[in-house]
């Protein structure tokens, strides 16, 4: 359901940028969903930020020298 489409969403973005992109930013998702986002860029070994305001709150997954 939409938890493995985030997850899939996340490790996606963490994959591009991990292969040069600078930034990806990930659809709007609940705490826990962006939470579980961050943990997989972190197993990435990349970055990641929580943007915007509720209900349009999303990760941002980037490479070091994107902030």
Known sequence: GSYNMAVHEAEEAASRVRNGEDAVELNPQSSYIRRLQHLI???????????????????????????
């Open 41 to 67: 860029a972190e197993r990435y070994e990349i970055q990641s930020k929580s943007t915007g305001k509720e209900p349009n709150r999303r990760v941002v997954i980037y490479r070091d020298r994107y902030e």
